[in-house]
């Protein structure tokens, strides 16, 4: 089976349809693996409840982080504000494989609210709210009242840091971040990917892992066309790849 597509692990979200609790991924995340040549699987919270989770994550090559509707619960980073839009049991989740990724060179890709868990497992804190924090200028928000098309769109640029793994890519590009939660003070052992003009942190690594990053915007909506979203999910696939056959 050692040339076998590289299974990557999504973990899902808690989300209520059509009246019943349910475990939810959005399609362009499971699209975007696909297309780069790999075969996702769908992880429910109760995974980080399993007695086997070690056995269940050996079958699994590449995990990734979603984005969600839901924000990392403060009591996660020390805060003590009041967070409405929360999923303890994808923090659960995520915690987890941060820490099995991080322990067995899994290879992980953390996209927004997957970006916020990386930071705060490696002991770093958030913005509950980057509009109440001043000198952020740009445009971190979708405008809701757009269609979905035009909320996902890039809205300003990333100045990508010289000495990390993005600098394979390029010095300069334009995302579409979209988010309430920023980081604040970065994590241990992260390395600084890239930065918004303003100042607001827009990429991390884990220092000295095969393939770890984390991204505040979203490659998964443009992964056919946008060239920095190419970039990262065929680097994370090609990583994938190689745990595979190790």
Known sequence: MKNAKPIIAIVSCYKMIDGQPSQAVYQKYIDAVNFYGGNPILLPNT???????????????GILLTGSYSNVAPTRYGATHREAKQDLGRDELSFKLLAYADKTNTPLL?????????????????????????????????????PLEVQYQPVHDVVIEPAGRLAAFGKKWHVNSLHKQAINK???????EALAPDGLVEAISLSEH?????????????????????????EFIHYASKQRTE
């Open 47 to 61: 995974a980080a409840d399993s007695s086997n989770f070690e056995a269940l994550l050996a079958m699994v090559d």
């Open 110 to 146: 953390a996209v927004c609210r997957g970006l916020q868990e990386m930071n705060v497992h490696f002991k770093g804190t958030l913005h509950p709210d980057w509009r109440e924090v001043e000198g952020f200028f740009e445009p971190h928000l979708e405008d809701s009242s757009q």
């Open 210 to 234: 095969p393939f770890m990053i984390g991204v505040q915007w979203h490659p998964e909506l443009n992964y056919e066309k946008d060239n920095l979203s190419k970039f990262l999910f065929t």
């Open 186 to 192: 970065v994590g241990e052992r992260l390395l600084v």
